[in-house]
T-cell receptor
Framework: DAGVIQSPRHEVTEMGQEVTLRCKPI?????LFWYRQTMMRGLELLIY????????DSGMPEDRFSAKMPNASFSTLKIQPSEPRDSAVYFC??????????????FGAGSRLTVL | GEDVEQSLFLSVREGDSSVINCTYT??????LYWYKQEPGAGLQLLTY?????DMKQDQRLTVLLNKKDKHLSLRIADTQTGDSAIYFC?????????????FGRGTSLIVHP
């Protein structure tokens, strides 16, 4: 397996533009997570899906952020409109979550977003 | 305060042992994890420990868990320059019926010759 695939790896955009980040999880994993990493806040969980259904989106900063998982092999994180304070590295991770065993996440390489 | 706390930096000499410490808050955490992040990459699992254990050893890595004090540590024996990275501690936080890793801010380990 190629691991968790994220695109784009780098995105530079202007304030007000729409940004879409994409993620392909590991085949067979039933859970998908979006995290944001910044120097100020560290690694924050934005949202996670279980079997393509959003379970907890309490970490999504505001209505400008939305995430979808239309099928088991694809998810998007959209920011519209983007603002400079959204600049961060966004990570997607997937796992086989059983509810009882260890929940070991496999991370993608991240998408570095810069909003000017 | 933060749920998982770690010191931000640790500097060691090559060949010495490194000890990275972490405190967490959720006493119901079933598993605790250590992840490693190299520059420009995502986090990668190093090891994890079940909450009813107090020690786990895996080659150069030793994890110690003090559940009473909610303290977790990672010891790297014979530290090499290739071990330079950011190390994240994570507890399992209850969320939506499942246990989701909640990460600390990471400890940057700098190994110098």
């Amino acid at each position: 397996d190629a691991g968790v695939i994220q695109s784009p790896r780098h995105e530079v955009t202007e304030m007000g533009q729409e940004v879409t980040l994409r993620c392909k999880p590991i085949s067979g994993h039933n859970s998908l997570f979006w995290y944001r990493q910044t120097m100020m806040r560290g690694l924050e969980l934005l949202i996670y899906f279980n079997n393509n259904v959003p379970i907890d989106d309490s970490g999504m900063p505001e209505d400008r952020f939305s995430a979808k998982m239309p099928n088991a092999s694809f998810s998007t994180l959209k920011i519209q409109p983007s603002e400079p304070r959204d600049s961060a590295v966004y990570f997607c991770a997937s796992s086989t979550m059983t509810g009882t065993g260890a929940n070991v996440l496999t991370f993608g390489a991240g998408s570095r977003l810069t909003v000017l | 305060g933060e749920d998982v706390e770690q010191s931000l930096f640790l500097s060691v000499r090559e060949g010495d042992s490194s000890v990275i410490n972490c405190t967490y808050t959720d006493s119901s955490s079933t598993y605790l994890y250590w992840y490693k992040q190299e520059p420009g990459a995502g986090l990668q699992l190093l090891t994890y420990i079940f909450s009813n254990m107090d020690m786990k050893q895996d080659q150069r890595l030793t994890v110690l868990l003090n559940k009473k004090d909610k303290h977790l540590s990672l010891r790297i024996a014979d530290t090499q320059t290739g071990d330079s990275a950011i190390y994240f501690c994570a507890e399992s936080a209850r969320s939506g019926g499942s246990y989701i890793p909640t990460f600390g801010r990471g400890t940057s380990l700098i190994v110098h010759p």
